[in-house]
């Protein structure tokens, strides 16, 4: 049985949305962080860095929300969130759910903490350019696959979603508003919302 572990208002957002689009039987394990329960020694067996979500599937283990969505969409095949390993497709998906974690998140690291770094070191590049580039590829297709959604729109779908409507650190976009509304507007992403709403 796959586990869960989870938290309200956390990174566990994509991790949940991701299990609800697949279909699958899975348990959450409510892990509250506002009163420190990912720091118990049997949390820290699963994460040693007391961080969610994390997840069990049988005998494997794993925590960081994009590697949860890259393990459950190849582990399930039947899902159909993930280009199969021969499909030409799959080199751009994997670029794309990487995405969000090594580039929109430290972009919003840098507009939240006002961190001057010349984006010729900073790995991301810039806050700017994160977005603009964004914007010009979600200008294209409906979704990152074109018309097959896939965990990769998972990954860019939460983090868009937190940057332009949550915290509203990055302006709307027309692409930005128009992707977002089709994520909110898809039945898993409803269930996931009120279910990380704790």
Known sequence: MIKLYWSPRSRSFSA???LEES???YERVLTDISTGAQKSPDFLKINPMGKVPALTDG???LAEAAAICAYIADRYPETKLAPETTDP???????WLFFSP???EPA???LFTKLEVPTSTAAWGSAAQVFDVLDAELQKEPWILGDQFSAADIAIGAGLNFAVRVFKMVPPRPSFEAYIDRCVARPAFQRAEKIAAG
């Open 59 to 61: 005998d494997a283990q």
């Open 89 to 95: 497709k799959r080199a751009r998906y994997l670029q």
């Open 16 to 18: 949940i949305w991701l």
């Open 23 to 25: 279909g699958l039987a």
């Open 102 to 104: 090594s580039c929109i």
């Open 108 to 110: 919003l690291i840098q």
